[in-house]
């Protein structure tokens, strides 16, 4: 069908009626109970294929496209083979006035499956119930017990806890080189204990991630690497708790991480990442904030010699070995700071630099060395900490 419904339900019913349950004046009959029940609902719906059945039957795109993106034609430039037609040979090419229009249409039909998912989680308990409760609550399909003592009515739960989430998922081929992907997440959970009620809601929106790769086509970026890759997410989560129906407390979480990966033509492969968090929080009426930013580079190199070199060793004769070095770079830089209401929170910053050769003669030799270099500083006591670590090790083998 049009959604592919899939619904599940899962319960489990526990009783224990052993005699370290009941106390004196208890009848025999008497025991604990819970129930525990998981009930998820989830739905596909192919919001791209039926908008691209529409866009088709306006003809606002061409029957037999795909809504795949297509790459523009090749330019001239160096290693295009010589053209004989010249510029006055060819008339100038049509604007097409729908080419937005047809742009967007293309996209869209491109969306794809939206993941829809309801999950329930319930979980509730009796202490003491003079009998064992009625099928229905066995089964999961209430919280009522059924089970009466006088004008006792065990129909309140001594514990419960009920989780409510809603998630939607899905994202976009923009283009050939460019994705995009998005997710929506909401859950409530709700606690009783003796009728005191606490609960906590959650959504986390946006969340959204940006991946492009290919970028060596564009223009000179073609001369220097061979491969790319970046991607960008940003995502925000706000949080309520309270008592009762009262809000007590409130936060918001934001983080974005662009990263970027490259493989350089000279064999040098690069990466650089980023990430900036935020997180605001008030909790009956103090507010305070912390945030965060990181920046890291990595570098590698393979050094590959090409002939073979021998190394005279007493009573072995002479070992040929074949070289092979790796390197690698790592720099990174972060700071924390914050501030509580009006009143700025001291912070720490942090530098690093840890570069590592790693080598490799066949399997006669190999070891590496690395040097970690730190250093940490504290705004409050305007203390600065540095370290520098230095490691070598070899492993001969004959």
Sequence with gaps: GAFNPDFNVNTRYVENAGANVRRPGDLPTTRNVSNNRNASLKMQFDIGRYLGKIFRTLRIIDKDDDGRATRAPPRGGDGDA???TTATDEPPAAVDPMFLVRATARMLSRIRKIDMSVQQRQQNSYSRIPGRP???????????TGVTLGPDKFDQPLRFTQTLGFTLDSGVQVTDNIDVAARFNRSRNKNEINSSVTFSRTQI??????????LETLGPLGRLFLATNASVGYRATTRESGRGEIVDATSLSRSLTPTASFQWRNGIGSSLAFQWTNNRQETRGAESETSAISVSMDMKYTFNPGSNLRIPLP???SKKLKSRLDTNLNMSYARTSGKRGEVEIPGTSRVRVSPRLTYNFSRALN????VDYSRLHNDATNQTITTLRVGLSAVFTF
């Design 367 to 370: 070891g590496s060395f690395f």
């Design 315 to 317: 009573f072995f004769g």
């Design 134 to 144: 009625a099928v229905d609550y066995q089964l999961g399909l209430t919280t009522n």
């Design 82 to 84: 010589p053209s004989d």
């Design 205 to 214: 929106w946006p969340d959204v991630n940006m991946n492009w790769k290919g």
